[in-house]
């Protein structure tokens, strides 16, 4: 047996046949390009270690060492390459962790969370790297390791008040709990407490995604920490409480389903459509497993799409989980017949081509179920030939852009329609708390119940009608036609409320913002995005913007006006080049033009649409 190896029979996530069949990879391409990766990222690790902890500092310290994914990777270095440079560096953390945990009360972080991944990081250090560490070392990792159980238990107590699991943060702590008390099971009431845990986490995997796939949270970086818990507890479970749930049908089916959905958001440059309230990295590993689980090579080649384009990767390494889940036997090859329409959890991702130079047209209707109950309704992400023209920032944080989140969680920083007065349009300022930007319309927004009516899709063109109950009293119905070689694309929302509202249709888009009185272009590189208020008359458009002392502040651009029965159809256009004219509809209601070797129709009538691509009819209203 390798020295390097625990002599036990116990495992954790790596069985030695694993870790076998892995260094049986050497010389594997993928296997050699993730290794290298993970070679680059972890020497420039080492060459800023975390500064020794001196107990001056609380909360800034705990943040400033949470490198624990790093240490995973670091520990899977020295079991392929045996390195000691990779476990010294691990030691030395994993004690500054123990430092850290004294002076906080067994906290590990601030956020539950974390301090579940924390201690998988911790547990597989403490497992693979057991020589490195004394035997009172060791032991100081399990009482850190122990003490966080009654927080876990607490948070778990706190999240199931509506007799739900579907809130993400109960699943977090479930596998929280399980991680600890399944691992270091000799304690008295350990296996009460892993019972508690794995009960949930299993219960969680089974109640908290849509049929179709999707988390109920509809947010995609929700969506994969949850499918990673789902495996995370899959992998516990095997290794110490003798039950393969990778062989029970309902398991592999919650998986299938959840990389699919995930696999239907995945965009040009390797990321993910982020929705509200996400990030925009997308996990290879996710494909990996989902190309060996079930011999699938459109998720092998999503995982290598991802590999060569990430460039909004992952907020964490991964190697473990890239190398263990990795199938050299499973070839890779999209599949352009993958599902792009998610009526249960009402997603819509229609595609033109796959990969770097792609088109992506992903639309969340928005059915809420509980957890976070985000806010945003019929919001949609555009991309054209690999570039993107209107964006949905996500949760994203840091630099300039964190004094803005509390402004585009809410629904108005998206591609939709929302009400306020102009006055009423405020930023954050970075010395307050951070509170609701928009006044009270915008938080009974919560509640919304989006659905999808109809869809289509073809090579050529693309269309959804979707509807939500936005604000109370106010149901708005958008339709988004696509017409993919020239990316045109014509949307019309029709706002039907019970009151009069100051309405206003918000882009969100890339690139330097321009506007005039009936049109706004977004000018970026290497596309661009003209778009032309088409009707109603009384629409204006009106740019939005962060105060301009703001480095890299957020641009909007709103096409605004009030009324009950409100209709906005603007035509958006991609260009290189030259900016198109502003389109306009003739006094019959018409718009002809040609646009990349294409000829386009746009009818607007009585409140009609229909719309023609080569004299085509590829939308029209029934």
Known sequence: MDSRLRPTGRHFFLRPLDLERIRALKGDPRYEARVAQAVKECEHYLRTPVPEYDATDDENTRCSILHHAAMQDMAMLYLLSGEEKYAQACRRDLLTYVKVSRKHGGRLSGASLEEGAMKRSFLFVNEWLSEFFSDDERAAVRDMVLKTIPHHVHEMARFTLQ???????????????????????????????????????????????????????????????????????????????????????????????????????????????????????????????????????????????IAEHGARGSKHPSLLYDLLFYDPGVPSRIDAGARTVFPHSTTVAFRDGFGRDGGLLAQKAGRYTGGHAHHDRLNFEYWHKGARLLRDLGGQRGGDWDIFRGFYRQSSSHTVVAIHEPQEFAFESKHKEREDTFRTEHRAHRLAQ?????????????????????????????????????????????????????????????????????????????????????????????????????????????????????????????????????????????????????????????????????????????
């Open 163 to 305: 007799g739900k699991v579907v809130q993400n943060h109960l699943q977090h702590d479930g596998t929280g709990l399980a991680l600890a008390t399944l691992y270091y099971n000799d304690f008295p009431q350990s296996s009460r407490w892993a019972k508690l845990a794995t009960d949930v986490c299993v219960q969680y995997a089974q109640e908290a995604f849509h049929p179709d796939g999707a988390q109920n949270e509809l947010a995609t970086s929700y969506h994969t920490g949850c499918v990673e818990e789902v495996v995370i507890i899959g992998l516990l479970m095997r290794d110490f409480a003798g039950r393969d749930l990778f062989g029970e049908r309902w398991y592999r089916d919650v998986l299938e389903r959840g990389i699919g959905w995930l696999a239907s958001l995945v965009t040009p440059d390797g990321g993910a459509v982020p929705f509200n309230d996400s990030s925009a990295g997308c996990e290879r590993w996710f494909f990996r497993l989902g190309a060996s689980l079930f011999n699938s090579p459109h998720y092998q080649a999503l995982a290598d799409h």
């Open 450 to 622: 989006g659905r999808i009516l109809q869809t289509a899709d073809d090579a050529g063109a693309a269309h959804t009608v979707t509807q939500a109950d936005i604000y109370d009293g106010v149901r708005q119905t958008r339709t988004l036609v696509w017409l993919k070689a020239s990316g045109v694309l014509v949307l019309r929302d029709v706002l039907e409320s019970a009151d009069e509202h100051p309405f206003e249709q918000l882009f969100q888009g890339c690139g330097e913002l321009g506007t005039s009185e009936k049109a706004f272009a977004f000018a970026g590189k290497p596309w661009s995005l003209a778009a032309s208020v088409l009707a109603p008359a009384e629409a204006k458009t009106i740019a939005r913007r962060a105060p301009k002392e703001t480095v890299g502040s957020p641009a909007y651009a709103a096409v605004a006006q009030r009324g009950r029965a409100v209709t906005f159809l603007t035509l958006l256009e991609p260009f290189q080049g030259k900016q198109p004219a502003a389109r306009k509809l003739d006094a019959g209601g018409k718009l002809a033009f040609s646009t990349g070797g294409h000829a386009v129709a746009v009818q607007f009538d009585n409140g009609r649409l229909s719309v023609q691509l080569d004299d085509r009819t590829v939308y029209s209203d029934r």
